[in-house]
């Protein structure tokens, strides 16, 4: 039985396709061109292969938005990303071919460098989308992130139960596990998916370390707020992992789609300056 397909095999490789044509006609266009002052970006072929990559970049800026009109008609949203990735891959030979390679310290070239972080970045997006999402799901285990949320909150206060008859020193510890201990914070902190100050990793270090004798109910009521802390700690870095991948993910985007906007705009200038003083 075939599995289901990714975007990137949609419809056969449907715009795999499109764009290897596509760069297969630009490459006979420009190599077998024969016009009055050789190859440049202000010959026909060199306006025709411009126009044909300024399209395509403002078309795939429209992906944001089609992503988002869920009462949209037409291809599919897996379509839609399949022709973002790969008519997207051909800007990085169309843009030569229409400068004929013609490249200096200008904002010409600056658009079109800005151009490639944005295709080279997009490729870093298509391996995170297609590894992070599944490393998400086996991290949680059929377990949403709101859940194991309550699941901290319900651990914490059974261990306020759990120390209640014991000594301060272990409401003390459980203080600790419950104010000190953090989900998230700066994007550094996400991604790094471990706190070294863990209120909670003190506490069970605390707890397990304890030279305090106890006897009777008082021992069995210890051993279940270790059992509680431990529990709560493994939670708590099942959590941060999964924070871990979607700060991932938002520091693609926040490299990605900025990008994408000032590429946007220098291709703007890029025109209004050929032309102005054409």
């Known amino acids: 039985m075939i599995g289901p397909r990714t975007f990137l095999e949609y419809r056969n490789y449907r ?28 010959t026909w072929v060199g306006y025709g292969l411009g126009a044909i990559s300024a399209g395509i970049i403002y078309w795939l800026m429209w992906l944001g938005i089609r992503k988002r009109d869920y009462a949209s008609t037409g291809a599919p949203l897996r379509g839609w990303v399949s022709a973002h990735v790969y008519l997207g891959s051909t800007l990085l ?129 210890e051993r279940k707020l270790v059992e509680l802390i431990a529990r709560k700690e493994l939670l708590l870095k099942q959590i941060r992992r999964d924070v871990r991948s979607k700060g991932m993910l938002d520091l693609w985007l926040i490299v990605h789609v900025p990008a994408a906007f000032a590429t946007c705009a220098g291709v703007g200038i890029h025109v209004f300056v050929v032309f102005w003083y054409h």
């Not at 396709?17 to 970006?41: C, V």
């Open 15 to 42: 715009y795999l396709k499109i764009a290897l044509g596509l760069l297969g006609l630009s490459l006979i266009a420009f190599f077998f061109s024969d016009e009055p002052g050789g190859r440049s970006g202000s």
């Open 93 to 221: 030979l169309l843009v030569p071919l229409h400068s004929a390679f013609e490249f200096g310290w200008n904002i010409h070239s600056l658009a079109y460098w800005m151009m490639c972080l944005v295709v080279f970045s997009g490729m870093l997006g298509v391996g995170l989308y297609a590894l992070v999402p599944t490393s998400m799901t086996r991290n949680r285990n059929n377990i949403t992130l709101d859940a194991m949320l309550e699941r901290i909150a319900e651990i914490d206060m059974e261990c306020q139960l759990a120390a209640g008859g014991l000594p301060d020193y272990y409401a003390l510890a459980v203080v600790t596990s419950i104010e000190e201990t953090h989900i998230g914070g700066t994007l550094r902190d996400q991604l790094s998916g471990w706190d070294d100050a863990c209120g909670t990793s003190r506490a069970l270090k605390k707890l397990r370390t304890s030279d305090i004798e106890l006897t009777g109910d008082a021992k069995t009521q």
